[in-house]
């Protein structure tokens, strides 16, 4: 069975400091892979989205920067971190749609998110 | 950008009783589907209904979608205290993206 793991569950980081956050996918291969981003209480921003190793789209312009050097590998970054970046951030996958020659995109299977806090 | 709107934004049950919630959107879709999220816990999918079906179900789950009027609503019959949660939908358009909307939170008291 296919599982989705993203760690750190909680962290807190001080203005400017760097940021990496990493997700992981198992048993699937060339998954769809998406960072979304949730303030309290409201729904999903979409960050960034890659359909392949090294395909990035980016949604929302930002300190933020994403990258995907491995196929079952999402990992999001910034240099500096302000303190509008604080949220809870959440990695999510998907079957993609072009290995079935469908329009449909898959359902989103979610990791268990992180809690970040810019102090 | 967020194209479901769940409608209402809140919502206080007792156990037992059913919960109905709506979602409505702007532009045509290829499905749309439901989540469900516990507090401080990632979202769960519950639900996919392609924009060609009218209804699905899925054990205490009923989703109907009405594509003329861009709406669709989700009923947990004889909810539980485990039914506590927020609720999503998110639409399918000709992307590679699900659009969230803000979700209903819902809580069965007991």
């Known amino acids: 069975s296919q599982t989705i793991h993203q760690w750190p569950a909680t962290l807190v980081q001080p203005v400017g400091s760097p940021l990496s956050l990493e997700c992981t996918v198992e048993?699937?291969?060339?998954?769809?892979l998406y960072w979304y981003r949730q303030a309290a209480g409201r729904g999903l921003q979409l960050l960034f989205y890659s359909v392949g190793i090294g395909q990035i789209s980016s949604e929302v312009p930002q300190n933020l920067s994403a990258s995907r050097p491995q196929d079952r590998q999402f990992i999001l970054s910034s240099k500096k971190l302000l303190l509008s970046d604080s949220g809870f951030y959440l990695c999510?996958?998907?079957?993609?749609?072009?290995?079935?020659?469908?329009?449909?995109?898959?359902?989103?299977?979610f990791g268990d998110g992180t809690r970040l806090s810019i102090l | 950008s967020q194209q479901g709107e769940e409608d209402p934004q809140a919502l206080s049950i007792q156990e037992g009783e059913n919960a109905t919630m709506n979602c409505s959107y702007k532009t045509s879709i290829n499905n749309l589907q439901w989540y469900r999220q516990n507090s401080g816990r990632g979202l769960v999918h519950l639900i996919l209904?392609?924009?060609?079906?009218r209804e699905k179900h899925s054990g205490r789950l009923r989703v109907t979608l009405d594509t003329s009027k861009k709406s669709s609503s989700l009923l947990i019959t004889a909810s539980r205290a485990a039914d506590t949660a927020s609720y999503f939908c998110a639409t399918d358009g000709n992307d590679y993206k699900l659009s969230f909307g803000a979700g209903t939170t819902v809580t069965v008291r007991a």
């Open positions: 999510a996958w998907s079957v993609n749609r072009r290995l079935y020659s469908s329009h449909s995109n898959q359902p989103q299977h």
């Open positions: 048993g699937t291969s060339n998954p769809n």
């Open positions: 209904i392609r924009s060609n079906e």
